[in-house]
């Protein structure tokens, strides 16, 4: 064999070792400051699916994030509350981070689950995928759960994960920076209050894009429902306020209802609630404003104390 070939292999070989360990080293560092950040989404979503001892548990998307003020469910109810929210989500987020609820030793009292119309339509946008994908690759060596999903979901972006540490948190790494260059930490137990309002119009036409089905999202609701009451654990479902007017709804939002039903849970509407569809309770068009998750807060908690949903 020509010895310049075989050279050129060694080196080869050699920069391929260099390179792993590279990765596994800055991987490794990475990976230590993603786990123990101090806030922020991640601290949050780290908790839910670690260590979510408290009693009632909140899940959703932004509108979730935004609207559930754990403050006022821990003053009304006197259980302790965590809202596991996360941005740009839907029901596949939710139902992957719910095992942790569920599985470990500590058995909540209750579960929210807020509901948007398009929860299971055709299909969550492309940042919604990304948060997503961003949540799970982390966890593709450590969480046979998440790493299944990523395979299904993310194939491409799974392979690279499993062979280049780094690259699980190459999207993390402005938010670590940020996360621990902060002072304040504006994140109430999972909740994060949005100050003011931009809205300046009156409510309009709610639109909810295509109404096609995505059939893994209606699986991924089913699970949810079917794991909360198979644990006979009491689960609210709500479809929290929105500035809109009031609408026809869509064959998502119906399918979805059906499906709650199914396993004899109710869903709780406040959709186009005109006590609360008020330009100074929001703080955009799909979320509430510090003062509006207050008021509506203290509604569900107070509805829920009246139904004695959770028992002490």
């Not at 989404?41 to 998307?61: C, K, M, Q, R, W």
């Not at 929860?119 to 998440?146: C, H, K």
């Not at 809205?199 to 209606?218: L, Q, W």
């Amino acid at each position: 064999m020509n010895k310049d070939y075989i050279k050129f292999i060694k080196k080869a070989f050699l920069l391929l070792a260099i390179m792993f360990i590279v990765d596994r080293s800055l991987g490794g560092l990475v990976e230590y400051l993603y786990l123990h950040e101090p806030m922020g989404d991640v601290a949050a979503f780290s908790h839910a699916i670690n260590n979510p001892t408290e009693d009632l548990l909140i899940y959703g998307s932004s509108r979730a994030v935004h609207t559930y003020n754990t403050k006022v469910f821990v003053d009304t109810l006197g259980v302790s509350t965590f809202n596991c929210g996360r941005n740009a989500s839907n029901v596949i987020y939710h139902s992957a981070i719910l095992p942790g609820a569920l599985n470990g030793p500590h058995k909540p009292k209750a579960i929210v689950l807020d509901l948007v119309a398009k929860e299971i339509a055709w299909r969550s946008d492309q940042y919604g995928g990304d948060v997503l994908a961003n949540m799970l690759l982390p966890y593709v060596l450590t969480n046979d759960n998440f790493a299944s999903l990523a395979k299904d979901l993310f194939p491409k972006e799974y392979y690279k994960a499993r062979v280049s540490k780094l690259y699980a948190y190459n999207s993390h790494i402005v938010s670590i920076i940020k996360n621990y260059s902060r002072r304040h930490n504006d994140n109430i137990n999972g909740f994060q209050p949005l100050h003011g309002s931009k809205v300046s119009k009156e409510p309009e036409v709610y639109t909810a894009g295509v109404d096609k089905i995505d059939e893994f999202s209606k699986e991924k609701l089913e699970y949810f429902v079917k794991s909360v009451t198979d644990k006979k654990i009491p689960l609210v479902v709500i479809v929290s306020p929105m500035y809109v007017q009031p609408f026809k709804e869509n064959y998502a939002l119906t399918l979805s209802k059906q499906i709650v039903a199914k396993y004899g849970v109710q869903v709780w509407d406040y959709s186009t609630d005109p006590r609360f569809v008020k330009k100074e309770l929001f703080y955009d068009m799909a979320h509430m404003n510090a003062e509006g998750a207050k008021l509506f807060s203290e509604e569900i908690a107070s509805r829920m104390k009246r139904e004695g949903i959770i028992k002490q």
